[in-house]
């Protein structure tokens, strides 16, 4: 029984891999729009593809960035200012995406554009704090996308979604990990909306890499802004000594972040140039051998394990 099962997992392996290595070809006149090209994921995958002929639309967040991009890449890569919290914003890319594209449609939409902050106890942060993450994070990324699927429906192309191993297990807190639990449920109901057909989505679930969004000013800065702040009250509740702590934990868990980005955007671009993308791309140690396991595990085991990664204040 045992040669058998061990039999059929090898054959499932070697089916997997062979599936992964089917690459799609003659992909040079395809277009590929990608938000939050500023810098990271977003910026690192233009400059890739851009390098392997398709026709990249890079939407950067501020002018700088898209003339940094611009410098980096060739003429055939095109750049836009797109902010995804502003509704106007948004109009104006997907008419300028439709212009671009013409009748050939979409082949790819990355939705990478996201932020990490305000990032702190959820008694610390007011509903504003939480909107401004809910916006860029999610509703951005929604809006963008339910405008741009009827040009990627003309061309059956693929999405991609940025989410985060966060998606799978919350414990910091700050709006950072609900919207990506929003991705990664948005994704999956996109997948199975009828009016989606012939276009394929994948979510992409990063651990903890370094960033834009990673790499802010101190975080000691910044949360002590916050924390000055404060009303008293809450102060006085969690004290000096709690802060102390948070900031410590919270500034090793930003510097132990994995500087290799490509990793990420490896499973980015094969999303979009693959026969057959996976739904779901965990990319980092820390997703596949920590995370995602303890996403499995009995509520008590997964509280246990992840308690000691920040401090709590009946521990301080």
């Known amino acids: 029984m045992w040669l058998w099962l061990l039999t059929l997992v090898g054959f499932y392996i070697l089916f997997r891999w062979y599936q992964d290595r089917q690459i799609l070809q003659n992909l040079t006149d395809k277009y590929v729009f990608i938000t939050g090209c500023d810098s990271g994921f977003g910026?690192?995958?233009?400059?890739?593809?851009?390098?392997?002929?398709?026709?990249?639309?890079?939407?950067?967040?501020?002018?700088?960035?898209?003339?940094?991009?611009?410098?980096?890449?060739?003429?055939?890569?095109?750049?836009?200012?797109?902010?995804?919290?502003?509704?106007?914003?948004?109009?104006?890319?997907?008419?300028?995406?439709?212009?671009?594209?013409?009748?050939?449609?979409?082949?790819?939409?990355?939705?990478?554009?996201?932020?990490?902050?305000?990032?702190?106890?959820?008694?610390?942060?007011?509903?504003?704090?939480?909107?401004?993450?809910?916006?860029?994070?999610?509703m951005g990324l929604i809006e963008v996308t339910v405008n741009l699927l009827p040009l990627l429906r003309r061309a059956k192309g693929r999405i991609v979604n940025i989410a985060s191993i966060m998606g799978r297990v919350s414990y910091i807190g700050g709006a950072y990990n609900m919207s990506k639990y929003g991705v990664e449920a948005f994704s999956d109901g996109l997948r199975r909306d009828p009016g989606s057909f012939g276009v394929k989505v994948s979510i992409v679930e990063p651990g903890f890499f370094r960033t834009h969004i990673t790499e802010f000013h101190p975080i000691e800065e910044y949360l002590q802004g916050l924390w000055s702040h404060l009303p008293a009250e809450i102060k006085n509740t969690y004290g000096q000594k709690f802060f102390d702590?948070?900031?410590?934990?919270?500034?090793?868990?930003?510097?132990?972040?994995?500087?290799?980005?490509?990793?990420?955007?490896?499973?980015?671009?094969?999303?979009?140039?693959?026969?057959?993308?996976?739904?779901?791309?965990?990319?980092?140690?820390?997703?596949?051998?920590?995370?995602?396991?303890?996403?499995?595990?009995?509520?008590?085991?997964?509280d246990f394990l992840l308690t000691p990664s920040l401090p709590r204040l009946n521990s301080v």
Request: overall charge negative; some cysteine.
């Open 43 to 138: 910026n690192l995958l233009a400059c890739k593809l851009d390098g392997q002929g398709l026709c990249v639309l890079a939407a950067c967040l501020t002018k700088q960035g898209a003339e940094q991009l611009k410098e980096a890449t060739s003429q055939r890569l095109q750049t836009i200012i797109l902010d995804v919290t502003e509704s106007e914003s948004v109009a104006a890319a997907v008419d300028w995406v439709r212009q671009q594209v013409g009748d050939k449609g979409l082949w790819g939409l990355v939705n990478n554009a996201g932020i990490l902050l305000p990032l702190a106890p959820f008694e610390w942060l007011t509903k504003a704090d939480f909107q401004k993450v809910m916006d860029v994070n999610l």
């Open 245 to 302: 702590a948070y900031c410590r934990a919270t500034q090793q868990m930003v510097s132990g972040t994995n500087p290799n980005l490509s990793l990420v955007t490896d499973c980015m671009e094969h999303a979009l140039t693959a026969v057959y993308p996976r739904t779901r791309y965990a990319v980092g140690w820390d997703a596949k051998s920590f995370y995602i396991p303890i996403s499995y595990l009995p509520t008590v085991l997964a």
